[in-house]
């Protein structure tokens, strides 16, 4: 068996002998430049093709609140309210449809949920909602009130009374053949009350004016009372030609 030579011996040993030849590294450390390099060019990609997703992501969500908005002011001022108002319907009938299935009176059930409080506002609610104004509902109930108030300022004179039943006698105590046509003649007092309650009743007719009721969900352009109903008679005039100037300054694409 051969004896091993001393380059060998060296470099069992750990030591490299004084005239080894320098290993050359330069293979291996090009093999892995490339790589690394590729990887950092790949993960840039990702975070750019990243940072793109989120951009369109950002800009149609813009967009479509855009469009929302657009929408929501297209719509009236009260239509919030009107789709709670639709929802709330929706869902009453339902629960009286499961209801009436299951044998039981919705009304009764619908009660004694209500608390205390609730139903004290609902009833001031109600109030509110009836006509305050009884100036005028119905001819009949019109005139009754008319001929009440006119019954109420009758004041009796006995004197006048006492007068007629002296000179009348027994045609006093009219009956079916008694003839007073033409002889009752008015005081110029009665003539004079007349006139003043027929001047009255015009007086009063030329100044009534309808209650309007007030409502929570109208636009508010005004700063007093006097201000609202210049306000409302302007849009009652010029209203259909100032509207979509008015729009175009609420959504601020006026020119």
């Not at 007068?163 to 053949?177: D, H, M, S, T, V």
């Not at 201000?227 to 008015?246: A, H, I």
Request: net charge neutral.
């Amino acid at each position: 068996m051969d004896a091993p030579s001393t380059s060998e011996l060296g470099t069992s040993d750990g030591n490299v002998p004084e005239n080894a030849a320098p290993v050359d590294n330069s293979a291996c450390t090009s093999s892995t430049t490339p790589i690394s390099s590729k990887a950092r060019h790949d993960e840039r990609m990702k975070k750019l093709r990243e940072l793109h997703m989120k951009r369109n992501e950002a800009r149609n969500l813009n967009h479509k609140d855009v469009v929302e908005e657009d929408y929501r002011k297209k719509l009236p001022t009260n239509w919030e309210a009107k789709r709670e108002r639709l929802e709330w319907k929706l869902n009453d009938a339902e629960k009286r449809k499961a209801a009436e299935e299951g044998g039981q009176d919705y009304d009764r059930l619908k009660v004694l949920e209500v608390s205390a409080a609730e139903a004290s506002a609902q009833d001031v609610r109600h109030k509110r909602k009836k006509n305050p104004d009884m100036g005028f509902s119905t001819f009949e109930d019109s005139t009754i009130r008319q001929y009440n108030n006119l019954t109420k300022q009758i004041k009796p004179d006995m004197e006048s009374y006492q007068q007629q039943k002296e000179e009348l006698g027994e045609r006093f105590y009219a009956n079916a053949n008694t003839i007073l046509h033409g002889e009752h003649k008015d005081s110029p007092e009665a003539i004079e009350k007349l006139v003043a309650d027929v001047r009255s009743q015009a007086d009063k007719k030329s100044k009534y004016s309808r209650r309007r009721a007030f409502n929570a969900e109208s636009e508010i352009d005004y700063i007093n009372e006097k201000n609202m109903n210049f306000n409302r008679k302007l849009e009652r005039f010029y209203g259909q030609y100032t509207s979509e100037t008015k729009q175009n300054i609420e959504r601020g694409t006026a020119v």
